[in-house]
C-alpha cells in the first residue's frame, strides 16, 4: 500500500454548496489544490462563476459556477445534471449550503420574539435544503456504487446547546447577537440525516459523514471572541482554513471505511463540555 495515494483527489468531481460563503470558499480552494474538478453551486451566479474562473486561472483546474435554489427540487435535479455534463460523475458532494435568512434582524431576534416565517424559511434551506441535494446526488452515486458526502453541522447541535452567557456585549454584522433555535435545531436535524443515509447507502459503499465546526474567526467583535475562546481548550477560535483538512480527508480515499461520524472541530471545547 503506498499510503500518500490514498489522500489524492486527482480527477475527482465534487459539488460544494454555498460554495461561495466564508467555509464554501475554503472547501472549494483546497478541492481544487488537491486535484479535484470541483461545482461551486451558489444562489449568487456572478459570485460563483467568478470564482471559478479564478480557481480554474489559477490552478489549472477545470471549475464551473453554477446557480442553484437549494431548497428547491427542481432547482437541485437541473444543477446536478449541469454538474455532470460539465464535469462529470460526482465523486464527492459537500453538503455545506446554510442560511440567517432575508432579514439579520429576524434572524437574531430572540426565542420568545422569533417569527414562525423566519424559521420556516432558515430550515427550508439548512436542513430541507440538506435532504434535497443529498437525494439526488446519492442517487447517482448508489448507481454508482461510490461516492462521499460531507455535510456541514455544527457544535450547537444534537449533543451541546450554546452558552447563553458569551453573548453579553458580543456584536457581529453590527449587531448583538445569539445562536438561534433555528440555528440549533437545523444543524440536530443535518446530523440526523447524516447518520440515516449513511446506514441507508452503506450497500452502495457511499459514505456520508458530518463536520461539526467551532467558533470561526469572521469579524466577530473582541468582547465575544474573548467570552468564546475561554471556554475553548485551546483559547482561542479557529482559522476557517483549519476546517479544510477534515472535509478533504472525507472526501478521499483515506477515509474509506467512514461513515455515519460526527467530527468536531473545535479546538477541544466539545473534549470537556459533553463529559462534563
Not at 430550515?123 to 448507481?143: C, H, P, Q, T, W
Not at 453541522?153 to 445562536?179: C, F, H, P, V, W
Amino acid at each position: 500500500m503506498k499510503y500518500q495515494k490514498i489522500f489524492n483527489l486527482k480527477n475527482k468531481v465534487s459539488i460544494v454548496t454555498g460554495g461561495t460563503g466564508m467555509l464554501g470558499k475554503e472547501f472549494t480552494l483546497g478541492l481544487s489544490q488537491s486535484g479535484s474538478k470541483v461545482a461551486i453551486v451558489d444562489l449568487d451566479r456572478t459570485k460563483a462563476r467568478k470564482l471559478a474562473e479564478s480557481i480554474t486561472k489559477k490552478y489549472n483546474i477545470k471549475c464551473i459556477g453554477v446557480s442553484c435554489d437549494v431548497s428547491n427540487e427542481e432547482d437541485v435535479s437541473e444543477m446536478v445534471e449541469t454538474v455532470e455534463k460539465n464535469l462529470g460523475k460526482i465523486d464527492v458532494l459537500v453538503n455545506n449550503a446554510a442560511t440567517k435568512g432575508k432579514s439579520l434582524d429576524e434572524y437574531f431576534k430572540p426565542l420568545e420574539k422569533y417569527n414562525l416565517e423566519t424559521w420556516k424559511e432558515i430550515m427550508s434551506v439548512n436542513l430541507d435544503g440538506m435532504y434535497i441535494v443529498a437525494k439526488e446526488v446519492g442517487l447517482r452515486m448508489a448507481k454508482r456504487k461510490k461516492g462521499s458526502i460531507i455535510q456541514t453541522a455544527s457544535i450547537y447541535s444534537s449533543n451541546m446547546a450554546s452558552d447563553q452567557r458569551i453573548y453579553k456585549g458580543s456584536r457581529y454584522l453590527n449587531r448583538e447577537i445569539n445562536t438561534p433555535a433555528v440555528y440549533s435545531v437545523s444543524k440536530s436535524g443535518v446530523v440526523g440525516l447524516t447518520i440515516h443515509l449513511a446506514s441507508y447507502w452503506a450497500k452502495y459503499n457511499i459514505r456520508v459523514n458530518t463536520i461539526s465546526p467551532g467558533g470561526v474567526y469572521s469579524g466577530q467583535n473582541s468582547k465575544f471572541i474573548e467570552n468564546y475562546s475561554k471556554r475553548v481548550p485551546m483559547n482561542r477560535m479557529a482559522n476557517k482554513d483549519e476546517i479544510v483538512g477534515t472535509v478533504l480527508y472525507l472526501a478521499s480515499d483515506a477515509s474509506s471505511y467512514v461513515t455515519g461520524q460526527n467530527i468536531y472541530i473545535d479546538g477541544g471545547l466539545s473534549a470537556w463540555w459533553l463529559r462534563n
